[in-house]
């Protein structure tokens, strides 16, 4: 199959560790309900807010970078074939969480923490810059499984990540599902509206 299984994070990513001023708040993550909103066709119902969470198939160093003051985590599921998280980490300054992003995108565009089945292949397909409104800016990269064709009857996946710096703040959208993924107009808005959810 061309869906790379998301595997278990074991440590507890819904804990927030957080010092004087770099305190995070669960209100500023994605809901169940947003998630459906923007992916209605499929039926987006599970919310996991603590223990075991969903990992990106490019690892630890795609959801976060060093030397994080607090962090937290809400994955999302139908419990089938599809699987997101949000992953939110905050810096002690404007220039480690910018660092801590470039870093994120650079583990992206070149991911090889795991490889597509032998009858796939695997390409990026969207890697663009968004700027909003409240002084955020967001890279979308979406990755590709495609069928060879050797093998014209498997499914493809769909992969598309959005992350968004704003202020000391750096917000992962992770997104695993079969098939071509949430449409990119949906995700886009998803993206924005993460966006709009985290503090600087």
């Given amino acids: 199959m061309g869906l790379?299984?998301?595997?278990?994070?074991?440590?507890d990513a819904g804990t927030t560790a957080a010092t004087a001023g770099t305190a995070l708040s669960?209100?500023?993550?994605?809901t169940v309900g947003e998630v459906k909103k923007a992916d209605a066709r499929r039926d987006w119902f599970r919310q996991v807010d603590r223990g075991i969470l969903p990992k990106t198939y490019c690892g630890p160093a795609s959801t976060e970078g060093k030397r994080v003051a607090a962090r937290m985590a809400r994955g999302f599921t139908d419990e089938m074939d599809a699987y997101g998280a949000q992953y939110v980490?905050?810096?002690?300054?404007?220039?480690?969480?910018?660092?801590?992003?470039?870093s994120i995108i650079a583990t992206l565009?070149?991911?090889?923490?795991?490889?597509?089945?032998?009858?796939h292949g695997r390409k990026i397909t969207e890697n663009r810059v968004v700027k909003g409104a409240s002084g955020d800016i967001t890279q979308v990269i979406r990755w590709y499984?495609?069928?060879?064709?050797?093998?014209?009857?498997?499914?493809?996946?769909?992969?598309?990540?959005?992350?968004?710096?704003?202020?000391?703040?750096?917000?992962?959208?992770?997104?695993?599902?079969m098939g071509p993924g949430v449409p990119a107009p949906n995700f886009d808005k998803l993206a924005r509206r993460a966006?709009?959810?985290i503090s600087r």
């Fill in 4 to 11: 790379t299984a998301l595997a278990a994070q074991g440590a």
């Fill in 145 to 177: 499984d495609y069928p060879k064709p050797n093998d014209p009857g498997s499914e493809d996946g769909g992969f598309p990540y959005a992350v968004t710096l704003k202020g000391r703040t750096v917000s992962v959208l992770a997104f695993s599902e």
């Fill in 89 to 102: 980490s905050r810096y002690a300054t404007p220039a480690s969480a910018r660092t801590a992003y470039n």
């Fill in 26 to 30: 669960r209100s500023q993550l994605l």
């Fill in 195 to 197: 966006a709009a959810k």
């Fill in 109 to 119: 565009k070149s991911c090889t923490y795991s490889k597509p089945a032998p009858t």
